[in-house]
DNA sequence: ACCTGAACACCGTTCAAGT
DNA sequence: ACCTGAACACCGTTCAAGT
């Protein structure tokens, strides 16, 4: 087999097979992905550029699916929850894609309509022009975090309980790793709405 | 040349050179960090354990030599504020590296009485225990962002002007990479403040 | 146009062998 | 105890060759 009267092999089944290894492996291999779709390593190449261009497809793909509900009717600070709430929840369907695309930038036009929709949101709080990109990577580093934390093990520090009191007292609480991501990431969202509060009515004065 | 009189080889020699590659190149590798030192790959065994252990100590280098000025005397939202810069700081001097550290967990001490320190300092700003540890994660995602954010190229969502009004205003105010980080980080550095003095104000009522 | 197979320059890790 | 060199099983990428 040389040329194949129909193709072997899609950009959708490449980023298939790779979405599937990181979430089960952590990572994805050029060898691993053309051995689950059948087909030879080399080959891959004529449907992507290079293991960078692999990644930013998987980015593409976190959000292309995801369905934000109308804004209108809400005041800024619910549509922003809802906003940064779709933007985690995003990143954490494939948590460990997370720590792929943090060294990587971001290309992909679907997250840049998430991102347009928060600095509307953003400029309806009052928040003045300047702290806008500031807020915008604030939420950036909340929500990339949040879901990190969904593919750390189910202790983090595990402080030696004399040495370090107030830590023990934090930590004592545990539970497990979804309940510990989304309690860190509902507390991250409130003290964003809140001073993103403060800071907007600043302007008034 | 076998078995040399006085080792050849040191922990703190691997440290240092695979740093120095992380700093230049944003990896390391065993054949290079062996091939700096002047010796066999193979001889890096007899320090460390694997490469998830030299990154390791690399991320306790970051820590390592930095001083805390004393917190007694200050409020605690200076205190915070202190120790907040302090953990950023530290991820800031080798800002590559951070990519290498955010899937993995940490096992470094020094890290940890950092920790312990911003856990005392949120107790005393009135915080409930329940909250404390979120918001310690919340601080570890914004420190994390912010150094991450050293590490972007110049521009980031280079939005189309037309298409994506609001995001367009908010970085037309475009600076260097420092300059926007730094903007970045004192913008949530501000807002964390700010939600947990009002957290810690429901506790009143 | 679309695929295979071989080739190349890289990895991390192990282990027998030397002193 | 401490090092070397060879070996192994992996990588990403290129390219000539086939249809």
């Keep these: 087999m ?17 979405l599937v290894l990181v979430d089960e492996t952590g990572d994805f291999s050029f060898p691993k992905v053309a051995r689950r779709i059948g087909v030879s390593q080399s080959a891959l190449y ?12 998987m980015r593409g793909r976190l959000f292309s699916d995801q369905v934000i509900p109308p804004l209108e009717g809400l005041p800024w600070d619910e549509a922003l ?14 948590p460990r894609l997370v720590p792929l695309l943090v060294s990587q930038t971001v290309q992909d036009l679907g997250v840049v309509g998430l991102y347009e929709n928060i600095a509307i949101t953003l400029e309806r709080a009052g928040l003045e022009q300047a702290h806008i990109g500031p807020a915008i990577a604030t939420i950036d580093y909340l929500a990339l975090g949040a879901a990190l934390e969904l593919t750390a093990p189910a202790v983090v520090w595990s402080p030696p309980a004399g040495e370090f009191p107030a830590l023990h007292r934090a930590t004592a609480l545990s539970e497990s790793v979804e309940q510990r991501a989304e309690a860190a990431f509902a507390f991250g969202l ?3 709405v809140a001073g993103v509060r403060v800071k907007a009515s600043h302007n008034f004065f």
């Design 2 to 18: 040389a040329r194949p009267p129909s193709p072997l092999l899609s950009v959708e089944a490449i980023v298939d097979a790779a």
């Design 46 to 57: 004529n449907r992507i550029d290079n293991r960078e261009h692999i990644i930013e497809l």
């Design 81 to 94: 929850r809802v906003l940064v709430r779709a933007y985690r929840d995003g990143f954490a369907e494939h």
């Design 190 to 192: 409130d003290v964003l």
